[in-house]
């Protein structure tokens, strides 16, 4: 991987820990027309704290907008023949980075390493809540059902998930070539302990699942499948055939994006 036109001699490799609360962001990806986007949020602040624009940034993943994100890496490239004092890097950094992005940590790394074929196991997180509605304070990470969700069930087909399937179904748009097996270490649902605030409902639920690899808005449709789930629009055995690849079934309910967070990114 060529990273960019820089000089090989004066490279410095590094891996940034960063989250960040993505509900005013479209997304990771710099988009044109100065579009807020964390990305284009990372490079403003990089391009101030250097004093100058010898770097380039790579994400181990891409966000859709509203997603938020507790821990992620990116990898900078920096062509500076002076060595980077890190501590001090990284507290300059966040000072200067807005208030919904921060950088928790920072290393070394070589030119050996890609960020992107790098194997990584991912863990989504997706919060919401039924019943009474919620704090208007709540909207930016989690998602409100009008309808009372039958959670036992819920929970069931969640575990389902678990295992290598063929999530055809579960794929934004598959052609023909596109790879839909994908192996699922975890996935449940439970009480959101996770994240609290006093604005907060009294109780509030999170589905957490685990893997390799997910495809494009594959947690938000299996989100929006639970959901479904949830409120008796389909029934259990009906869910069952969307994991059997074979059958084509096209899901149309993607669960809004303000409720998902990516909430760990484990680099091997």
């Known amino acids: 991987m060529n990273p ?40 403003r602040t990089l391009r101030y704290v250097f ?10 993943g891409r966000t ?21 004092n890190t501590a001090e890097f990284l507290k300059e950094f966040n000072l200067n980075l ?52 039958d959670i036992p069930l819920m929970q069931k087909a969640a575990k389902s998930f678990e ?14 070539t596109t790879e839909t097996e994908v192996s699922i270490t975890s996935a449940k649902i439970e009480i959101n302990d996770l994240f609290t605030a006093n604005f907060f409902p009294e109780e509030s639920f999170v589905f957490r699942v685990s893997g390799q690899g997910f495809k494009r808005h594959q947690v938000r449709l299996m989100m929006g499948m639970l959901f479904d789930l949830g409120m008796h629009k389909l029934s259990y055995e ?14 149309s309910h993607i669960a809004p994006p303000s409720g998902l967070m990516l909430y760990r990114t484990d680099m091997h």
């Open 4 to 43: 960019g036109p820089f000089q090989q001699n004066k490279r410095q490799f590094f891996l940034i820990k960063i989250q960040y609360l993505g509900f005013r962001f479209h997304g990771w990806q710099k988009q044109p027309n100065n579009i807020p986007t964390v990305e284009r949020m990372v490079l």
């Open 51 to 60: 004093d100058h624009g010898k770097f380039k940034v790579l994400a181990a």
């Open 64 to 84: 859709d907008a509203k997603v938020s994100v507790n821990e992620t890496w990116i990898e900078l490239f920096l062509d500076d023949s002076d060595p980077l």
């Open 163 to 176: 295992g290598t399937h063929d999530f055809w179904s579960y794929t934004y748009k598959p052609s023909p």
């Open 238 to 251: 009906d869910f069952l055939e969307t994991l059997d690849g074979s059958k084509r079934i096209h899901l």
């Open 98 to 149: 807005p208030s919904d992005i921060r950088a928790l940590e920072i290393k070394v790394t070589d030119a050996n390493f890609n960020i992107i074929q790098a194997p990584k196991t991912k863990e989504y997180i997706y919060l919401f809540s039924h019943g009474e509605k919620f704090h208007p304070f709540c909207a930016s990470m989690m998602v409100y059902m009008k309808t009372e969700l």
